[in-house]
């Protein structure tokens, strides 16, 4: 899956950030609502694995997750079990999503 640069969430741009590896230890990724920005670990900052596509599309649909709830002013926004049920299954619904033909 390509990433974007930038994505629209409610009437708010995030742009999208792609980092060597996370600030923070033991993260992939994070949503920063009051910058506006989604960042994304390409490697691990614990163990310096490089992440495969898959994990990496997979944190983009969570971070993405936390910013829609975080619009929608909605209490799951920081429900960490709820935002990983749900962006694993957008992940996978988005990419089984088969074009016409």
Same mark, same amino acid.
């Given at each position: 899956m390509l990433i974007p640069k930038k994505?629209?969430? /409610?009437?708010?741009w995030y742009a999208v950030e792609?980092?060597?590896t996370m600030p923070?230890?033991? @993260?992939m990724g994070r949503a920063h609502f009051a910058s506006q920005l989604i960042q994304i670990g390409?490697?691990?900052n614990?163990? /310096?694995r490089t992440f495969k596509p898959a994990e990496i599309s997979d944190t983009f649909w969570?971070?993405? @997750?936390?910013a829609i709830l975080h619009d929608m002013e909605h209490?799951?926004?920081r429900n960490e079990r709820f935002v990983s049920g749900f962006s694993e299954?957008?992940?996978r619904a988005v990419n089984s999503a088969r074009l016409q033909t």
């Open positions: 994505i629209k969430v /409610g009437p708010k792609m980092l060597d923070k230890k033991g @993260t390409l490697r691990s614990r163990t /310096g969570h971070e993405l @997750t936390h209490p799951l926004c299954r957008l992940n």
